[in-house]
T-cell receptor, first 113, second 115 residues
Framework: EAQVTQNPRYLITVTGKKLTVTCSQN?????MSWYRQDPGLGLRQIYY???????DKGDVPEGYKVSRKEKRNFPLILESPSPNQTSLYFC????????????FGPGTRLTVT | GENVEQHPSTLSVQEGDSAVIKCTYS??????FPWYKQELGKGPQLIID?????GEKKDQRIAVTLNKTAKHFSLHITETQPEDSAVYFC??????????????FGQGTILTVHP
């Protein structure tokens, strides 16, 4: 089944404790992206990757890191999480950037206390 | 950068009525406008999209219109059904050139269809 998977689905952590949210797709997509969803703000893009080893900032990259060492994986790293990073995070992938449908994962609900 | 404004934030209709959600964008270079539907507990899913060389596109009960001069686009759902209840997001992308990996979303509209 073609899909985007994220792990973990739920995470409660404390300020400053490094964490990684994994994202994997099995559709051989070139493009991958991370978003955060907050009430009243919609979906905001954190980082995106056009292909392996190519990443770029979205609209809200502060406090986040990403890497794209393999085509199928695009982990999101929070090196020192803060409470304002409490949010619902979505990973997405598409055949290519631009005018192609993005397929979203099921989301990761992160709480930072 | 691009800014997308979406209205209304909530919309309540009776089953069978029509629903209209409107978005405006700021960057005249944007030329691809998708709409995503998010059901409770799930990730968003594309329902329809439109490119700037087209003024209107239909797919069964849903349609999208685009006015490039005014920089706004709208989603129209006719004969609404309870299963249309969800959060709807509009988005804008340049479709090419620099920064075409960026996709900017609106704030979302919670649509409730009452039986």
């Amino acid at each position: 089944e073609a899909q985007v998977t994220q792990n973990p689905r739920y995470l409660i952590t404390v300020t400053g404790k490094k964490l990684t949210v994994t994202c994997s797709q099995n559709m051989n997509h070139e493009y991958m992206s991370w978003y955060r969803q907050d009430p009243g703000l919609g979906l905001r893009q954190i980082y995106y990757s056009m292909n392996v080893e190519v990443t770029d900032k979205g609209d809200v990259p502060e406090g986040y890191k990403v890497s794209r060492k393999e085509k199928r994986n695009f982990p999101l790293i929070l090196e020192s999480p803060s409470p304002n990073q409490t949010s619902l995070y979505f990973c997405a992938s598409s055949f290519s950037a631009g005018t192609y449908e993005q397929y979203f994962g099921p989301g990761t609900r992160l709480t930072v206390t | 950068g691009e800014n997308v404004e979406q209205h209304p934030s909530t919309l309540s209709v009776q089953e069978g009525d029509s629903a209209v959600i409107k978005c405006t964008y700021s960057d005249s270079a944007s030329n691809y406008f998708p709409w995503y539907k998010q059901e409770l507990g799930k990730g968003p899913q594309l329902i329809i999209d439109i490119r700037s060389n087209v003024g209107e596109k239909k797919d069964q009960r849903i349609a999208v219109t685009l006015n490039k001069t005014a920089k706004h686009f709208s989603l129209h759902i006719t004969e609404t059904q309870p299963e249309d209840s969800a959060v709807y997001f509009c988005a804008a992308n340049k479709g090419g050139g620099t920064s075409y990996g960026k996709l900017t979303f609106g704030q979302g509209t919670i649509l409730t269809v009452h039986p």
